[in-house]
């Protein structure tokens, strides 16, 4: 199994930038992708970014230009770099990590992390 934990998250104004961390622990060879989630009030759950193992990345279109997702392997950490900020990005953020035991493919979550973009 894979565990996650989420840091990084708080209390922004409009404009202004803020970085997300998640890092993983356990069988973190098993890994295949690592991104983030994002779920705003009354909203569903929605696919943020992600980064696959060889380093190819995704964005919401949403997010496309203004965040950045990275991973340092060594640290097996995954980072989501979030610049000019709208009050739209409001919501709990969720580290997602993709990893395979055997045949079978399972997705693990962290705990959460707000963002709160306010003037």
């Known amino acids: 199994q894979v565990q996650v934990v989420e840091s990084g998250g708080g209390l922004v104004q409009p404009g202004e930038s803020l970085r997300l961390s998640c890092v993983a622990s356990?069988?973190?060879?098993?890994?295949?992708?690592m991104g983030w989630s994002r779920q705003a009030p009354g909203k569903q759950r929605e696919q943020v970014a992600s980064?696959?193992?060889?380093?190819?990345?995704n964005y919401a279109d949403a997010v496309k230009d203004r965040f950045t997702v990275s991973r340092d392997n060594a640290k097996s950490t995954v980072y989501l770099q979030m610049n000019s900020l709208k009050s739209e990005d409001t919501a709990v953020y969720y580290c997602?990590?993709?990893?395979?035991?055997?045949?079978?493919?399972?997705?693990?979550w962290g705990q959460g992390t707000q963002v709160t973009v306010s003037s």
């Open positions: 356990g069988n973190i060879n098993t890994i295949r992708a």
């Open positions: 980064m696959s193992n060889d380093g190819i990345a």
């Open positions: 997602k990590v993709e990893y395979r035991s055997g045949t079978t493919g399972f997705i693990s």
